[in-house]
């Protein structure tokens, strides 16, 4: 952590980041696996992670934003690299340049695209059409699809390379939309005229791959589950997923307070009995929330859980420790394993009342990422 002295971090284990690539793609085998990196890989840093799933056997890497493209192309990555929505016009010639694969969804954006390959003057670029089958966020309707399709295919500088959906609930493993979804997808590929080289469909994410088989096709994303986070508690025990990441920090003051005692801003904790309290240097800008300990949040020090006293502040939190001391530099460990105990995102985001992957995405730049090979 050269140039860092606050003593937080976070650490990512890439080893477990490959076993949940290599477990994921045989669970989807035959269909190729694309490593969602997006969000600077959710929180876990986009480059060494992209590298690593590629080590594990993906073939594609997703992306949200043309500028995480550029980012990885700029790292020296040259796989496959999907941009999961169509890019706005004035990026189209960048997408060309970096050799970026767009999923594109209206004509305008089409044209912006072709535009951009003549500009160039290279050969075709290949494009995969989204259809919204009942996500409603992107994409174009099925009925729709064909009519883009034949668009895309009158363009000679572009090549219509694959066809994807969405699934919406597919973290809901019995919920009848999942089908409906599905139904309406394999419908439209039906109806499709043959091609001489068969289009890449797919239409999984990370809950799709461990719980609807018939959504496989040739190509799964893979986005939460490669962190080792279960894309919802419903299919928690499909696979054996291995957690990345680790949130950790030193304590950095302890004192005694006695019995009555108010912490942090609000007043909203009172020491129950006198008592040990310790100082831990991270806060809401680093992406722990403010209300973690008005929630019940804990903290592990001393291979124990310890609860966070009162809000979360800025830049620190106050943990109480009880009968127990711990002096300036003992470790802190706010997501991870110590001892025998475990804090995991999940825990925070079922306190927090959201989803996991909120809480690895809002950890901010200045919690530095330490990576295990």
């Avoid at 976070?10 to 035959?30: F, G, S, T, W, Y």
Wanted: hydrophobic share 45%; glycine share 10%; proline share 7%.
């Amino acid at each position: 952590m050269t140039g860092y002295f606050r003593p937080v971090w976070a650490e990512v284990d890439l080893d477990a980041i490959r076993h949940n690539v290599r477990a994921l793609a045989k669970l989807a085998a035959p269909a190729q696996l694309l490593a969602v990196v997006k969000a600077d890989a959710y929180g876990h840093g986009a480059v060494p992670v992209a590298r690593a799933t590629l080590e594990a056997g993906a073939t594609w890497l997703g992306v949200a934003l043309v500028e995480e493209g550029v980012q990885l192309r700029e790292a020296g990555i040259d796989a496959r690299i999907l941009l999961l929505s169509e890019p706005p016009t004035a990026a189209a010639a960048t997408v060309v340049a970096r050799g970026i694969t767009p999923v594109v969804y209206t004509t305008n954006g089409i044209d912006a695209l072709a535009k951009a390959v003549a500009d160039a003057g290279v050969g075709p670029l290949a494009v995969h059409i989204k259809v919204d089958t009942g996500m409603h966020r992107v994409g174009c309707s099925p009925d729709d699809a064909i009519a883009l399709v034949e668009v895309v295919d009158a363009r000679p500088e572009l090549e219509l390379e694959g066809i994807c959906t969405h699934l919406a609930v597919a973290d809901e493993p019995e919920n009848a939309y999942n089908t409906e979804q599905l139904d309406q997808f394999d419908a439209l590929l039906a109806a499709l005229p043959e091609r001489d080289v068969p289009l890449i469909v797919h239409a999984a994410n990370s809950a799709g791959v461990l719980a609807h088989p018939r959504a496989h096709h040739h190509l799964v994303r893979c986005g939460i589950a490669i962190y080792g986070i279960p894309p919802s508690p419903a299919v928690v025990d499909r696979l054996d997923l291995q957690p990345a990441l680790s949130l950790k920090a030193r304590v950095s003051h302890a004192k005694q307070l006695p019995a009555g005692a108010s912490v942090s801003y609000g007043r909203h904790y009172t020491m129950p009995t006198k008592a040990n309290a310790v100082t831990v240097p991270v806060g809401y800008a680093d992406g722990v929330p403010r209300s973690l300990g008005l929630v019940g949040g804990e903290v592990l020090i001393g291979g124990a859980r310890r609860p966070i006293a009162g809000a979360v502040t800025m830049d620190q939190l106050v943990v109480d420790v009880g009968a127990d001391t711990f002096e300036a530099d003992t470790e802190v460990v706010l997501i991870g394993c110590q001892g025998g105990e475990e804090i995991t995102a999940g825990e925070w985001a079922e306190r927090l009342g959201v989803i996991p992957y909120e809480v690895t995405t809002r950890l901010g730049p200045r919690v530095p990422r330490m990576y295990l090979p």
